[in-house]
């Protein structure tokens, strides 16, 4: 595994590459979310680096890439821009097959809706549509009270609330329905180490910052947010799109896989019941052979 970076303009990404094989199969590139960065691929990494040349960016503002400080620099189209020449610049002019979590997957929809030519797959894990995302959140109460926690990352004084009591608020997200953590120790202490890392809180606080039509927060006066000058986006995938859902996700409700396939012309929906939104972490080994009779239908039993 070779620690690499790549500048665009002011920017330099860090990424980690690897490839255990003479002639792969192609090339994969992975995209975390928060508040993770690309150690959360480790076992991805390992599994596919057998066949393919695989690539693990930190997304800009976490880990090891920099950590730009205008707010601007998180809004989502430049965040696009930014990782459609990222992709660009570590593909050798192959396409590449897409895999995203969570942010990750928030800027891998319209990544690939607008930047198809990039990429033959996409593959993505408990991150919603930004199409259906925004109707459940115009229309779905569950899912506005599911994301509720958004208000207290964007919050003036959000930084000092997730370093309170050795950042448990962070901690409590990578837990299961019964409260049960579903990344080891060890795991959990390389993610406090980049969080303590000067400006990494900030930057990663600034994706939501930036966040594009954030509903206001509901009110006991007010049970239903004003939200009549809120469009629903139109982003279209083109290309063949599998999405491995974990049903008991504490962010999302299940209703956003309703209609997906009026936004992805070729989708396949994996669902784990008992799976949340860390399927690439309960369920690695479900997960890498989903993903590889996805890519490599040759491959499959």
């Not at 590459?17 to 995209?31: D, K, M, N, W």
């Not at 895999?99 to 894990?125: E, R, S, Y």
């Not at 303590?196 to 049970?223: F, I, W």
Request: aromatic share 10%; hydrophobic share 40%.
């Amino acid at each position: 595994m070779q620690s690499k970076q790549v500048q665009l303009d002011d920017c330099y990404i860090h990424y980690v590459e690897s490839q255990q094989c003479s002639r792969p199969a192609g090339t994969i590139v992975f995209l975390h979310g928060f508040p993770e960065n690309w150690h959360t691929w480790r076992k991805q990494i390992d599994y596919f680096s057998q066949s393919h040349r695989v690539i693990a960016p930190d997304l800009p503002g976490y880990h090891q890439s920099s950590k730009p400080a205008s707010l601007a620099f998180y809004q989502l189209p430049n965040l696009i821009n930014i990782m459609a020449r990222f992709v660009q610049m570590v593909s050798d002019g192959e396409s590449v097959t897409l895999v995203a979590h969570d942010w990750g997957g928030a800027i891998a929809w319209p990544l690939v809706a607008f930047h198809k030519d990039l990429f033959t797959k996409l593959v993505i894990l408990n991150a919603a549509h930004p199409s259906t995302f925004t109707r459940e959140m115009l229309n779905n109460p569950i899912q506005r009270q599911k994301s509720d926690y958004i208000h207290e990352l964007i919050a003036e004084n959000a930084e000092q609330i997730i370093i309170a009591d050795n950042y448990q608020l962070l901690q409590r997200m990578f837990n299961d329905l019964n409260g049960e953590p579903t990344i080891s120790a060890f795991e959990m202490d390389e993610y406090k180490q980049s969080w303590k890392s000067p400006g990494v809180l900030t930057s990663m606080l600034n994706y939501y910052r930036a966040m594009p039509q954030l509903v206001p927060r509901e009110c006991h006066d007010m049970p239903k947010p004003d939200t009549s000058k809120f469009k629903i986006p139109q982003i279209h995938i083109e290309i063949p799109t599998l999405v491995l859902w974990g049903e008991q996700d504490l962010a999302f409700v299940p209703e956003l896989l309703d209609g997906l396939h009026e936004y992805v012309n070729e989708l396949t929906i994996a669902r784990f019941k008992t799976g949340n939104h860390w399927i690439h972490h309960q369920f690695a080994q479900q997960v890498n052979l989903a993903i590889e009779q996805f890519i490599c239908p040759q491959n499959a039993l």
